[in-house]
């Protein structure tokens, strides 16, 4: 891992890359922290199509693969954050979320924002422990 304190960038092949001046993620001793993953096609960096369903599974696999680069996978994710353009959309996003966590459920906080990169719908950043 290097020297303790020390910032490890992770890039995800599998995950689109990241679409400004920034890491998908980074580790830090021994914790991942995901940048907030939106619903990009990672062959094609576009948005996909879809209503808040269709667009929070791509979020959490493309949030998936950042993480397994990391060393870790969503059952060791400790904390979430959720973007949403509408809180309309909780419900259907939340059912969602709920098929991909499972067992202890990370914290979370979700809020409702005016906008959200290249007019996607939701956006998930995500901590994690080291599991490898």
Known sequence: MGKPNSIKPVSAVQAPAAIGPYSQAVIVSNLVFCSGQIPLDPNTGELIEGDITKQT?????????????????????VKTTVFLASMNDFSAMNKVYGKYFQGVSPARTTIQVSALPKGALVEIEAIAQITQ
Do not use: F, M, P, R
């Not at 599974?57 to 994710?77: C, F």
């Open 57 to 77: 599974h791509q979020v959490i696999k493309n949030i998936k693969s950042v993480l397994e680069a990391g060393g870790t996978d969503l059952d060791h994710v």
